[in-house]
């Protein structure tokens, strides 16, 4: 395959907002600056404390992607099941038709704050109405492509330097490195779809796109013209830095709060199923999470 550069199509600096008591969110899809990006309906960067969270609330026609960088996140869903993401770990939570949770930052023996990512990915119209699901990744069982010993990529979803991801993760297809260097001047490229939206997110450090520098918290979106992205490392500090792309969606997107649909008629209809306890929201009626006021680490060990 010729290697085609992607070129980039704008880039900012997500910039750091609170959400409720405790919490602060640097959203860099899902703000005027960057509504969408199909299928991509949301990137927060999230740092939460105890005792904020995000407490029992439903979602529709969406799949969530969240990622444990620092911290423990408690998770429990109305259908009982119930898990602890630690650094490292993953979740692929499929909304599908219905669900109900609660995602509450575990309270540290020594107060730190949880930090993590998590990503709205759209569902095609056809699979609006799956039955949900969720698939936790362990850091343990993420492949780590090292093509030199100053780059590590975890293949979270998708291939990278040879290196492939474990199978079936979300619906939509969806493409997901995460990755690392602790030097500056270190090359990086990844092959991408040719029908896929790319985005690139500096988390840690500082990388190079094009001779130009990009510092933390930068968010970079490209073109859909080529099939490959390369830079380098541009901090003297660890860089981390998220490449994440996804299937095109040609579909329109309606979305109101954590429902999300392709027209008015059916969003009006999530909004009914969801005030009637009907069409897959019948367990949600009347549900209350165990963590929904906490939950300590002396805890965790029973919570599962």
Request: charged share 20%; glycine share 8%.
């Amino acid at each position: 395959m010729t290697k085609i550069l992607r070129t980039l199509a704008h880039y900012f600096a997500a910039t750091e907002t609170q959400e409720g008591v405790g919490a602060t969110v640097r959203r860099s899809i899902g703000t005027h600056k960057q509504r969408n990006f199909s299928p991509f309906l949301l990137l927060d960067h999230f740092t939460v404390s105890p005792p904020a969270g995000f407490p029992d609330h439903p979602h529709h026609g969406q799949e969530t992607i969240t990622y444990m960088s620092q911290g423990m996140i408690a998770h429990e869903d109305f259908t009982g099941a119930k898990g602890v993401l630690r650094p490292g770990d993953m979740q692929f939570m499929t909304a599908g038709k219905a669900a109900m949770h609660a995602e509450i930052p575990v309270l540290m023996a020594d107060d730190s704050p949880c930090i993590g990512m998590q990503l709205w990915v759209d569902l095609p119209a056809k699979l609006k109405d799956v039955e949900p699901r969720y698939r936790d990744l362990k850091n343990g069982d993420i492949p780590i492509a090292r093509p030199n010993d100053h780059l590590a990529v975890k293949v979270i979803s998708g291939k990278s330097y040879g290196i492939e991801s474990v199978k079936e993760l979300a619906y939509t297809p969806v493409e997901y490195y995460i990755f690392n260097s602790d030097k500056k001047g270190t090359r990086f490229e990844q092959q991408v779809p040719s029908n896929f939206n790319v985005f690139l997110y500096v988390s840690k450090g500082a990388i190079s796109f094009n001779g130009k520098h990009y510092p933390q918290y930068s968010t970079l979106f490209f073109n859909i013209d080529g099939n490959t992205i390369e830079g380098s490392i541009d901090s003297d500090e660890d860089t981390e830095f998220f490449l994440i792309g996804g299937l095109i969606l040609d579909q329109p997107i309606l979305q109101h709060g954590p429902f999300v649909e392709t027209n008015s008629e059916r969003l009006r209809k999530v909004f009914e199923n969801y005030q009637t306890g009907t069409n897959g929201f019948e367990r949600a009626v009347g549900w209350r999470s165990s963590i929904r006021n906490g939950i300590t680490e002396a805890e965790v060990a029973d919570h599962h």
